[in-house]
């Protein structure tokens, strides 16, 4: 008997999270009540059959989960390897890497064999792989006397094949699979880890751990396609001398095997397989290397902060770990080497605000690389500077210890980590380790965190890598039980029932008893629940507003539309002083899409509470170049987070040309307001 990947995602989050209750699964996993019932009743047959204790249910419908099988989660958890049979998709990416490393010519028996369905499913399972090779411009061709083939360039055949790979990590006994499908030894993948390795010592970093367990078999793969005379081309114009200078260039004549002549091509594609990895950690920062580089990363960070009105701290600390996320992406970038994360869709949701500022303020990066970044690197960025603005000005107080183990690369564990420093004030948190870098971990710990099974005697939560503010509350209540035994149901559901059954007909009361049961679990001591940010109607109201038909100079519009924060108290004069002192004329830095100026400074220099303010100038303000605007708000803000909802959703009016239009022809504040409000949903 084996697992459907439906039960065992349920398995994985029950296990994780015992005090999720069924509504959450349903919303979580769009399932029905009777699908989740099903699911549960497969699972306790499946445990029940391995000799494990079932998953039960109490009452109120809480499931109570024997702590037995958390260590079933670390070792077994996943069905069979014999029995385990993949799905569509999982079919079609071992399909493609069966045809992107095989020697010999690939009928639909070689295909059948690995997968142990019919021709007619895998006659299916083609065409959902077709749809995938379509998006790197490749083709699956098929002809009698060569059999199953990809026809395109070499490049895009070799970013299918690490993306393939990728995909292929993630199937259950996926390793496994590639050791089959590519028919390589053991001691062949050792003898090639042991090589990365060489390759980190040389180099003095630490891949992540993804990138170490994938690397290896991109190399092998790689080799066996040179050997068979399939060469990758260079699309790209790939500079030699820029490649050939770096010390990755050097150190890839370690995975050339025995001195093996390869063209210069290969031996830049494997310089840049190095490049683009993910790193853990260096031991020396490059900034000999890419000074210009460097520059354009510090250049975007002085934009990101004028854009959102703050001041970062610490920022050269910060500079030096973006550099070292950044120097592989640079190259990825670049080179188009890109991977679509699929993880980030969560992650945005939280950071929206954060993203949208930083996506407009990468353009001097963008410059020096001459190209477009990538959504998925942009989010990346966003996940630094985001971790950044959550760790600043943290206090510790030491009590329990904890780390964050995470495979993926310095900012995902980054994040994670300093989600949870935020999250549990009163947990100690050493910094975030790789899985092999906890493996040699020796320092006093109680906690760990992760979002992956480990081999641990100490208390282990798994925890996915972005959780939203629900998840949070959970895990913290779910902690702070285990860890600290404070049970926070400390309200009587069944008194409050028995009450509304006095006054109220009650249909159905256990299903009453579970809602409740469920709300005041989200509803109680929520540490993640911060002061709201402010719509930008908040700020932006008809008392704060300003109509002039001209003013004088840049600095008069200053003064006229700081007049109304000034009369509410909300700024001092040495605020209005400071931003006629920082901006003697209109700076492009605070000009959002070219129709809003948005003068501030910083909160120590004057601010008593948040607030903006709007002047309209009716015939513009000429700030040089044949360009006019029309509109300025004052910013007051008060920290790094308040203002950022408002903030936002003023850049969308910015970016929004006919709104723009329309404010410009108003001559009503009550018109201005309207239409402001419409940008505060």
């Known amino acids: 008997m084996y697992l459907d990947e439906r039960s065992n995602s349920l398995l994985k989050e029950v296990i994780g999270n015992p005090e999720i209750s069924n509504a959450r699964l349903e919303e979580k996993y769009q399932l029905s009540r009777r699908q989740i019932s099903y699911s549960f009743k497969k699972i306790n047959d499946w445990l029940l059959e391995k000799n494990f204790p079932a998953i039960k249910r109490t009452n109120s ?11 079933l989660f670390t070792e077994t958890i996943e069905p069979s390897k014999q029995k385990y049979i993949p799905s569509e998709k999982e079919r079609a990416v071992l399909i493609l890497l069966m045809i992107l490393s095989s020697n010999e010519e690939l009928s639909l028996i070689h295909f059948t064999s690995v997968m142990e369905v019919s021709k007619n499913t895998i006659l299916r399972d083609l065409k959902s792989a077709q749809n995938i090779v379509a998006k790197y411009d490749l083709t699956i061709v098929y002809s009698r006397v060569k059999g199953y083939d990809l026809s395109g360039t070499e490049w895009n055949k070799r970013k299918l094949l690490v993306d393939v790979l990728q995909s292929v990590f993630s199937i259950y006994n996926g390793e496994s699979y590639i050791e089959q499908i590519i028919e390589i030894q053991g001691k062949e993948i050792q ?9 980190e010592t040389r180099l003095h970093l630490k891949f992540s751990d993804e990138r170490m367990k994938l690397l290896p078999y991109v190399i092998a793969i790689i080799s066996k396609r040179i050997n068979r005379g399939k060469l990758v081309s260079n699309p790209y114009h790939i500079d030699y001398e820029e490649l050939s200078d770096t010390k990755e260039f050097e150190a890839a004549e370690i995975l050339i095997q025995d001195g093996k002549d390869i063209p210069k091509a290969e031996r830049l594609f494997l310089t840049l397989q190095l490049l683009t990895s993910n790193v853990l950690s260096s031991q020396f920062l490059t900034k000999n290397e890419l000074p210009q580089f460097i520059q354009a990363l510090r250049d975007s960070l002085d934009l990101f902060e004028k854009k959102a009105v703050i001041v970062l701290k610490d920022k050269d600390a910060l500079l030096e770990r973006l550099v070292l996320h950044m120097k592989p992406a640079y190259y990825r970038i670049k080179y188009h080497l890109t991977t679509n994360y699929s993880m980030i869709e969560k992650f945005s949701e939280e950071f929206d605000a954060i993203h949208y500022i930083v996506k407009d303020s990468i353009k001097p990066l963008e410059e020096y690389i001459g190209c477009s970044i990538p959504e998925s690197e ?32 310095v900012s995902i564990s980054k994040l994670m980590e300093n989600t949870l420093r935020g999250l549990f004030p009163e947990i100690y948190f050493y910094n975030a380790l790789s899985v092999r870098e906890f493996e040699n971990f020796n320092r006093e710990i109680d906690i760990v965190f992760s979002p992956v099974p480990l081999q641990t005697d100490k208390q282990l939560f798994i925890v996915e890598r972005f959780i939203t503010d629900f998840e949070k509350v959970q895990l913290r209540q779910r902690v702070m039980k285990t860890i600290f035994g404070l049970n926070s149901s400390v309200i009587n559901v069944n008194q409050i029932v028995d009450i509304i059954g006095k006054y109220a ?5 256990q299903g009453l008893i579970n809602a409740l049961q469920d709300y005041f ?3 109680e001591s929520d540490p993640t629940k911060q002061k709201q940010g402010c719509y930008l109607s908040d700020l932006i109201t008809p008392e704060t507003m300003v109509i002039r038909d001209h003013v004088d100079s840049w600095h ?27 901006y003697p004329t209109m700076s492009p830095y605070i000009l959002l899409r070219m129709n809003i100026a948005i003068p501030h400074a910083s909160p120590e220099d004057g601010v008593r509470s948040i607030g ?12 040089g170049g044949n360009q006019k605007i ?10 790094k987070n308040q203002h950022f909802q408002a903030l936002m959703q003023l850049m969308k009016l910015a970016s929004t040309s006919a709104d723009i239009k329309k404010m410009i022809q108003m001559d009503a504040l009550d018109q201005l307001y309207e239409l402001i409000q419409t940008y505060s949903k």
Do not use: W
Request: overall charge neutral; charged content about 20%; proline content about 3%.
């Open 378 to 409: 942009v989010m990346f960025i966003t996940i630094f500077l985001g971790g950044h603005l959550i760790n600043s000005g943290e206090t510790i107080q030491i009590k329990k210890k904890a780390v964050v183990v995470c495979p993926n690369g």
């Open 612 to 623: 903006m303010s709007l002047l309209k100038i009716n015939n513009g303000l000429d700030v």
């Open 630 to 639: 029309h509109l300025v708000v004052v910013i007051a803000a008060v920290d």
């Open 61 to 71: 419908g809480k499931f109570i989960v024997n702590p037995v099988l958390i260590e």
């Open 521 to 523: 679990s989200i509803q």
């Open 505 to 509: 007909k009650i249909e159905e009361k």
């Open 556 to 582: 008069d519009a200053i003064k006229i539309a700081s007049e109304p924060l000034l009369n509410k108290g909300v700024i001092t004069k040495q605020y209005v002083d400071t931003m006629l002192e920082q």
């Open 191 to 199: 003898r090639l880890k042991a090589q990365m390795e060489e390759v």
